[in-house]
């Protein structure tokens, strides 16, 4: 087959341990997974069933890249998260065979254009130019299941500038991973190469140019970019 132009490359984020790489199919985020974090944004935890949106795959960065402040926006925020990166997909998977679904895990950044996410919540409109602009979705190295296993718990934290702005951990999870990947799964046929963006803890907060952002997941990675 010849196309009208050159196909896009696949998006792709490197193996711990591996020459390979990890194609990426769709990402997956998951809104107020954590009750700190829902209530920060004013919203009850307790009564409220998982929600997810997307952002596209093209807009990965790796770990040690450029974040370039986007456009449009007075007020980008951070978001740390554990990634799941799924490595066979399905449609309604139960909870007892999700983890048999996944390749492995990462952490990533959930970068969000917060006051035109705000926007689009109170006009009832999608929050697509909120979350899914060019590089909001920073991410580590895959590091493969079979070598750390599923974890459950583990110290989440990010720093900017050398200062600790979320410090958390896994295991608060308002829906853990078999859960999450189960209820997604009814809403979307999972693939191989899909990353779940699990949620965030309390702690969002704001970046500006010139700002350098670590962070990680205890057991799993770290992930490093400099906002240009």
Known sequence: MTYVFDAPSVPALPIRGSDKLYPVHRI???????ADHAREMGHDPDREPPFFFQKNPDTIVQSGGDFPYPDKSENVHYEMELVVALGKGGKDI???????????YAAGLDMTRRDLQGAAKKTGRPWEIGKAFDF????????????????????????????????????????????????????????????????????????????????GVEGIGEIRISVT
């Open 136 to 215: 909001s979705a920073p991410c580590s190295e895959i590091v493969p299941a079979v070598n750390i296993g599923h974890p459950s718990k583990g110290r989440l934290w990010i720093e900017v500038n050398g200062e600790i702005r979320q410090d958390s951990n896994i295991d608060q999870l308002i829906w853990d991973i078999p859960e999450t990947i189960s209820y997604l799964s009814g809403l979307f046929t999972l693939s191989a190469g899909d990353l779940i963006y699990t949620g965030t803890p309390a702690g969002v907060g704001a970046i500006v140019r010139g700002d350098q952002i670590k962070g």
């Open 28 to 34: 997956y985020c998951v809104g107020r997974n954590y």
């Open 94 to 104: 139960s909870r007892n065979q999700a983890l048999d679904h996944v390749f492995g």
